[in-house]
């Protein structure tokens, strides 16, 4: 088994693509056959795989989430109580509860089993910039 860990610094919610730095460790580390899992270290961001070719994929889900959890001064979000590191942290919480957190990819002859249009990102929910860790470990089969 071999590990390690990314480091993403974000700047506000957006969906971060880090596919080519697992594509680099796992050359570096002569990766064959097995997985891939890797684990964000935060509770207010989220992994995700999606679609890597149109832009406007990641900014559409990016909308979707502010409308089922807006920041905590909006209206509809009255009832959360959760409001010590800003109006941006629980919905964050609320985000990062509803997407994962953690992914297994296979690999196969030194690849992931990414299809032709996906790509792993780290989605940032918060509003400020962040230094957010993955931890990535790699099984050979």
């Known amino acids: 088994m071999s590990a390690t860990r990314f480091t993403i610094q974000t700047r506000g919610p957006a969906c971060h693509d880090f596919t080519d730095q697992v594509v680099a460790w796992l050359r570096g580390i002569g990766a064959v056959d097995g997985v891939v899992a890797l684990f964000v270290r935060h509770t207010s961001c989220s992994l995700l795989v999606q679609e890597n070719a149109d832009p406007d994929v990641q900014r559409d889900l990016l909308a979707w989430l502010d409308r089922i959890a807006p920041p905590a001064d ?16 629980m ?14 990819i296979p690999v196969a002859r030194g690849r992931m089993e990414l299809g ?4 792993i990102y780290l989605v940032e929910h918060r509003t400020h910039p962040h230094r957010r860790e993955v931890a990535a470990h790699f099984q050979a089969a």
């Open 74 to 89: 909006h209206p509809s979000m009255g009832y959360l109580t959760h409001r010590a590191e800003g109006p941006d942290d």
């Open 91 to 104: 919905p964050a919480h609320l985000k990062a509860a509803i997407l994962p957190v953690s992914l297994q």
């Open 116 to 119: 032709t249009w996906q790509g």
